[in-house]
C-alpha cells in the first residue's frame, strides 16, 4: 500500500478567485455607493492576496512587503472616501492607486511562479493563468487612473472623468484596460495623451505576449503529462 496520500478534492481557489476578479467587474459598475464600491475592491485585493500566498508559503519577505503596502491601500481608501477637504481627498485617492499597483503587480508574479513550478497541467492552473491575465487588466487600469487624477483630458470617454464616481471610472479604466490586452479596441474609449497612448500599446503587446508564452507553457506541460502517461502500464510500472 502506498504511504503518499492522494488528495480526493482538487484545489480550486484560482478558480474562485477568477470568478470574483469577474463578479466585480459586473456588479462594481452598479453601486453608486462609494464604499460599497471600496470594499468589493477591497475585497478582490485581499482574495488575491491570500490566494498568491498559499501559492508562495516559502516567500516570507514577499508577505511581509504586499501586506504593510495593502494596509497603505486601506488607509488611504478610508481617507480618500471620508469627509475631508478635495484636496486631501484626491491625495488619498492617489496614494490608494500607488498602493494597489506593486501589491497586484506582486500578486501576478507570484502566481504566474506558481505555475511554473507546479509543472503540472490542472484545471486550477488554466484559471491561474486567466487570474494573471485579469491582474495585468487591473495594474495597467490603476496607470490609467493616475494618468486621469494628472490630466481628465487624458482619455475621451462616453462620460467625461469628472462627471464620473471614482468606482465606475474605475471600471471604465479596467474595461478599456482589457480590451487593450485583448487587442480589440472598440473605440468607445480612446487614449488621447502621448503617455496613455504609449502605455496602450507597452499593454497590447504584453498581452500578445502572454498568451503566446502560456500556450507554449501548456503545450509543454501536456507533452510531459502525456510523456509520463505512456511510459507507464496501467498498473503503474514503467
Do not use: K
Not at 481617507?79 to 494597489?100: D, G, K, N, S, Y
Not at 472598440?186 to 503587446?205: F, H, K, N
Amino acid at each position: 500500500m502506498s504511504s503518499e496520500v492522494q488528495r480526493p478534492v482538487p484545489e480550486w481557489r484560482f478558480m474562485q478567485l477568477t470568478l470574483f476578479m469577474a463578479l466585480w467587474m459586473l456588479l462594481s459598475p452598479r453601486w453608486e455607493h462609494p464604499w460599497i464600491g471600496g470594499l468589493l475592491l477591497q475585497a478582490v485585493v485581499i482574495n488575491s492576496l491570500f490566494v498568491t500566498l498559499w501559492a508562495n508559503p516559502q516567500s516570507h519577505r514577499l508577505r511581509v512587503v504586499v501586506l504593510g503596502l495593502w494596509m497603505l491601500s486601506v488607509v488611504a481608501s478610508v481617507t480618500a472616501l471620508a469627509p475631508l477637504p478635495a484636496q486631501l481627498r484626491q491625495a488619498a485617492r492617489t496614494a490608494e492607486i500607488v498602493a494597489f499597483i506593486p501589491v497586484l503587480a506582486a500578486c501576478a508574479v507570484g502566481i504566474v511562479r506558481f505555475i511554473f513550478r507546479t509543472r503540472r497541467l490542472s484545471a486550477d492552473g488554466i484559471f491561474a493563468t486567466v487570474a494573471v491575465y485579469l491582474l495585468v487588466a487591473f495594474i495597467f487600469a490603476q496607470f490609467y487612473l493616475l494618468l486621469i487624477i494628472g490630466s481628465a483630458d487624458a482619455f475621451h470617454l462616453p462620460v467625461p472623468a469628472q462627471e464620473r464616481l471614482p468606482q465606475a471610472l474605475h471600471s471604465d479604466m479596467v474595461y478599456f484596460s482589457l480590451i487593450t490586452l485583448a487587442t480589440v479596441g472598440y473605440g468607445d474609449v480612446l487614449p488621447v495623451s502621448e503617455t496613455a497612448r504609449m502605455l496602450a500599446v507597452i499593454e497590447a503587446v504584453i498581452g500578445q505576449f502572454y498568451v503566446a508564452v502560456i500556450v507554449a507553457v501548456f503545450v509543454g506541460m501536456y507533452a510531459a503529462t502525456a510523456t509520463g502517461t505512456s511510459g507507464t502500464n496501467p498498473g503503474g510500472r514503467p
